[in-house]
């Protein structure tokens, strides 16, 4: 099994930035990690992904302030929000997923909150 645990949350200004950390119990043999969110009252969404290759992938509505990253020596994935938005508010969840002997593993998340 993989464990999840999240980091970083917070409450920032509209403008600031903020560091998501994702440390996972083992980054062996998962072949893709990223970050989603749910806001109250909306469906969990993709905000960013990686994959084992290091290729990544945004949604468009966080493309150019937020970066996603990998350390696989840390077991650690993170997000770097810059330019943050009050309608970024949102629980953030890390994800790990593996195609090979298929599994799907979810952290507890993180709050987010970006005033105006």
């Known amino acids: 099994q993989v464990q999840l645990v999240e980091s970083g949350g917070g409450l920032v200004q509209a403008g600031g930035s903020l560091r998501l950390s994702c440390v996972a119990s083992t980054i062996f043999n998962i072949n893709i990690m990223g970050w989603y969110r749910q806001a109250p009252g909306k469906q969990r969404e993709l905000v960013a992904v990686?994959?084992?290759?290091?290729?990544?992938n945004y949604a468009d509505s966080v493309k150019g302030r937020f970066t996603i990253s990998r350390d696989n020596g840390k077991n650690t994935v993170y997000l770097q929000m810059n330019s943050l938005k009050p309608e970024d508010t949102a629980v953030y969840y890390c994800n790990a997923k593996r195609t090979v002997y298929v599994g799907n593993w979810w952290g507890q998340g993180t709050q987010v909150t970006v005033s105006s």
């Open positions: 990686t994959t084992s290759g290091g290729s990544t």
